[in-house]
């Protein structure tokens, strides 16, 4: 998946109109991309920008009553980068794995913190902007994973946080072969792995309408 290839656009012009076309990426298609990985191609490296930019869709999304108190810590490859990823812990559900693999682990991360103390509206702010700059990830042909084990004394010692760090956005080029595998509502929601494919249960439209 090359950089930046949801985010770029073809422009088609006709003789003499110099009409414009513009390819349309659909959400579907961002949702379907939009997976957690757990191992990372190391040969690429995220750079700041990069991360301001995923950051900057806080800039427009919604937050509760307005209030707008995420912060953001942004860590590159480096000594930093080294002490998150001793700091956190990915694959709960595949203890047996010991994720991420050896030599596939991420070295760019976003810190989320807040600047008021933490209630239900923050919480919904959270997930709103884990899942935007999850997106926003994709769409610039990157990939993420949302982190909330982690030792959150440790991170906010080390990097001399003001504020409550809450998560952990890793971000790199992943590597895995990820699957969603539709299921009935009383089936297991477990992640698994079979022959090298990471499946994701996701529950079947008709079982999530009440």
Known sequence: ???????????????????????????????????????????????????ERIVNVNTKIATGKNQQVLRFKLVT???????????????????????????????AFIIVCTSAPETKIIDIDLGISLQSMALKATEMG??????????????????????????????GKGIENIKLAPISVDESRAYYRIDGVHYVPKVRLEDIII
Request: contains cysteine; hydrophobic residues 40%.
């Open 77 to 107: 490859q480096g000594p930093d980068a080294d002490f998150v990823l001793q700091n956190i812990k990915l694959g709960g559900m595949l203890p047996e794995l010991h994720l991420p693999y050896a030599g596939t682990e991420p070295e």
């Open 1 to 51: 998946m090359a950089d930046g290839y949801l985010e770029k656009r073809m422009e088609e012009f006709s003789s003499g109109s110099r009409k414009q076309t513009v390819k349309h990426v659909s959400l579907d298609v961002l949702f379907e991309k939009n997976r957690s990985h757990r191992g990372y191609n190391k040969d690429f490296v995220v750079r700041r920008d990069m991360l």
């Open 142 to 171: 990157l990939n993420g994973l949302i982190i909330c084990a982690f030792n959150k004394a440790n991170i906010t010692e080390h990097f001399k946080l003001e504020h409550e760090p809450l998560a952990i956005l890793a971000v």
